[in-house]
């Protein structure tokens, strides 16, 4: 039943994810697809939560750290790498024996010419912060990276670095909101996040609790 519930969740929250309207993440994708750190090669999005009571009194009513994080961790993977990765393995920590709550996850995608490892925790506390690594530079989002206003376009020589502010309003939810009135006013898509992301965030959760490729800790 928690398996159901945790699938349910994570299908209805990736479309309507916040951090994708984010003004600053929305930048971030322009210029990593503009070449601003060349081609990129690797990527690193950690996002946690401390929730350790709530599961502990209510484990059957709680969010498996997969179903509540991965969702948005998968979100700047598919959209700068991708959909076509060539194998994805899961880490998990679960919190019974029953395996239907999961602590921890971290997924590790491959793909032909770059990887991407994502870790999602509500029983274990990590630095949420986002790095995309490429061949000229890189791009750092501090914690929450899901929540930012500001990242780093940082290089090897420190002087070129740059920092990039946009305000954050509403955390995303305005843009989101303008999106979805417009869709509807003028019988168009004006998503944020592509048919081929919502897919490939599908079939992931899909394999996680299929069990495929799963290692457990």
């Given amino acids: 039943m928690q398996q159901h519930f945790g699938l349910s969740f994570s299908l209805i929250l990736m479309d309507s994810l916040k951090t994708a309207y984010s003004t600053a993440y929305y930048r ?12 990129v090669v690797s990527i690193d999005a950690t996002s946690t939560s401390l929730n350790s009571n709530f599961i502990l009194r209510n484990p059957q009513n709680a969010w498996p750290s997969f179903c509540f ?9 598919f959209q700068l790498l ?4 060539k194998n994805a393995k899961f880490i998990t920590k679960y919190f019974t024996d029953s395996k239907s709550f999961d602590l921890f996850t971290k997924v590790d995608f491959i793909y032909s010419n770059s990887t991407a490892t994502i870790k999602s925790g509500v029983g274990i506390k990590s630095e949420g912060d986002l ?8 791009i750092y989002v501090p914690a929450p990276w899901w929540k930012t ?5 940082r290089y090897e020589n420190p002087l070129d670095n740059k920092k990039v502010f946009y305000q954050l309003e509403g955390e995303g939810i305005r843009f989101e909101i303008l999106s979805f009135v417009k869709s509807i006013r003028d019988h168009k898509d004006y998503s944020y996040i592509s048919d081929d992301v919502s897919k490939a965030i ?3 959760v899909e394999d996680y609790y299929s069990g495929m490729n799963v290692i457990t800790i």
């Fill in 28 to 39: 971030l994708l322009l210029m990593v697809k503009g070449n601003a750190i060349g081609d």
């Fill in 69 to 77: 994080w991965g969702v948005t961790n998968m979100l700047p993977v």
């Fill in 131 to 138: 790095v995309v690594s490429g061949t000229k530079g890189y």
């Fill in 82 to 85: 991708g959909c076509n990765y």
């Fill in 149 to 153: 206003d500001y990242f780093e376009i």
């Fill in 202 to 204: 599908v079939r992931t």
